[in-house]
Nanobody, 124 residues
Framework: QVQLVESGGGLVQAGGSLRVSCVAS????????MGWFRQAPGKEREFVAG????????KYANSVKGRFTISRDNAKNTVYLQMNSLQPEDTAVYFC?????????????????WGQGTQVTVSS
């Protein structure tokens, strides 16, 4: 089992920045990918960013490319999502997820473990 705990969400004005974190514990060695997804009210959960451990390859959703950055700190078993130039449409619950196979980063089905999410609200 792998446990994921997100933190760092909050309220920010449009144009501002936030960094959300995801601390992993448990059988971390069994994971090959980690990602961030988000779900806005009334919408389906969508991929935001993902990273693959074996080659550090990264993918972003087109809507956040150039504004968001995913990174990792192996020593802390933590994955970060730095979010800049935030807009009201970025308002959502942000979820961290971990997968146990080298599969497509953008697919929700690639991820086995999920955190409980952290709320990010961007005011206009």
């Amino acid at each position: 089992q792998v446990q994921l705990v997100e933190s760092g969400g909050g309220l920010v004005q449009a144009g501002g920045s936030l960094r959300v974190s995801c601390v992993a514990s448990g059988r971390i060695s069994s994971t090959y990918i980690m990602g961030w997804f988000r779900q806005a009210p009334g919408k389906e959960r969508e991929f935001v960013a993902g990273i693959r451990w074996i080659d550090s390859s990264i993918k972003y959703a087109n809507s956040v490319k150039g504004r968001f950055t995913i990174s990792r700190d192996n020593a802390k078993n933590t994955v970060y999502l730095q979010m800049n130039s935030l807009q009201p449409e970025d308002t959502a619950v942000y979820f961290c997820a971990a997968g146990v196979a080298i599969v497509e980063l953008t697919a929700e089905g690639s991820y086995k473990y999920w955190g409980q999410g952290t709320q990010v609200t961007v005011s206009s």
